[in-house]
């Protein structure tokens, strides 16, 4: 779900098409504290433009469909890697995003001043080592190649989950949310790490020099795999997890946008959230955060971050 610039795929895809009555759009646009409020917003003229990386997940049309129903009309873009959804939010070219998680977003906004925050949470998705040569960690032989996301923040929760599978050992004094390949102690390790960009992490496995590969949730159906034959993962349910808590993010002037507001409550409905289940395999962990609180985890990793 944290940084090589690559073409988009460029494709808008549209998703609410039919004209709402004046009555609900001023029902969605009402409530203007300033940040960010527009009137025209969500109309079709004016549609909610959401930055995402694999729209053709399930949950994706289940949200739409609602959000048509309530009147505002959504355009997804759809991005093939996580570098492009965070600077078109800050230009302004997206209202809204929603593909990362916390710690992604810190380095981000560490990086680049990007001034972005979250919103509304929507899952953690463990993060896992999948092979195609090996059944297991155990049987994975000593001194072969394991590929990993070159990206800051997803290397590091990488090298973690080889570390705690025993694959590698990480020096003395390694800050976990900033860890990188420079970090591995490769007298003590196991394996040997290579870094890819995420989306070619998949494609890696089909290299029999590669004996497995750490895999972001989007990147799974490219592999050929199911996450449940993940050899080794990280755990969702621990408070370590908590920058790892996937998110909306949006511009700090227009967080409380109410109409965003409003789009963050639909995609928390059952509905939605059962077809973001199903689209993970089952792995996804639900998690329903207020915005203050991931703004909070969010300041907090970003220190962390800084702090090095």
């Known amino acids: 779900m944290s940084r090589t610039r690559r ?3 460029g494709s808008l895809v549209a998703t609410a098409v039919a004209a709402a009555t004046a009555l609900v759009l001023a029902a969605c646009s009402s ?3 300033g940040s960010g409020g527009d009137a ?9 433009k959401i930055g995402v990386v694999g729209s053709d997940g399930d949950q994706w049309k289940v949200f739409t469909d609602l959000a048509e129903k309530q009147g505002i009309h959504v355009k997804l873009v759809d991005f093939s890697d996580y570098q492009q959804p965070n600077p078109a939010t800050s230009s302004g070219e997206l209202d809204l995003n929603q593909f990362q998680h916390i710690l992604f977003l810190a380095d981000y906004n560490n990086n680049s001043d990007g001034g972005l925050v979250p919103i509304g949470s929507t899952a953690i998705y463990p993060l896992a080592l999948y092979s195609k040569q090996y059944k297991s960690v155990d049987e994975i032989p000593a001194g072969s190649q394991i590929a990993i996301p070159n990206d800051g923040t997803n290397q590091a929760r990488a090298l973690g989950v080889l570390a705690s599978a025993g694959l590698v050992t990480l020096k003395d004094g ?3 949310l900033s860890a990188a390949p420079a970090d591995v102690d490769t007298s003590k390790s196991k394996v040997k790490v290579t870094s890819v960009a995420a989306n070619q992490t998949a494609r890696s496995l089909q290299d ?12 799974i159906k490219d592999t050929g795999l199911e996450p449940t034959d993940a050899i080794a993962q990280d755990d969702p349910s621990s408070d370590a997890a908590k920058p790892y808590i996937n998110i909306w993010a949006t511009r700090a002037k227009d967080k409380d946008n109410p109409v965003y507001a409003k789009l963050v409550k ?6 939605v ?11 996804a962990v639900i998690v329903h955060e ?9 300041t907090d990793v970003e220190g962390q971050l800084k702090q090095g």
């Open 7 to 9: 073409r988009f795929r």
């Open 31 to 33: 409530g203007d504290s």
């Open 40 to 48: 025209t917003k969500g109309s079709a003229s004016d549609p909610v």
């Open 174 to 176: 390694t800050q976990s």
């Open 208 to 219: 029999k020099s590669v004996a497995g590969a750490v895999v972001n949730n989007d990147y």
């Open 266 to 271: 639909l995609a928390q409905t059952a509905e």
């Open 273 to 283: 959230e059962d077809a973001l289940k199903k689209n993970s395999g089952g792995t």
């Open 290 to 298: 207020t915005p203050a609180n991931l703004q909070k985890y969010l």
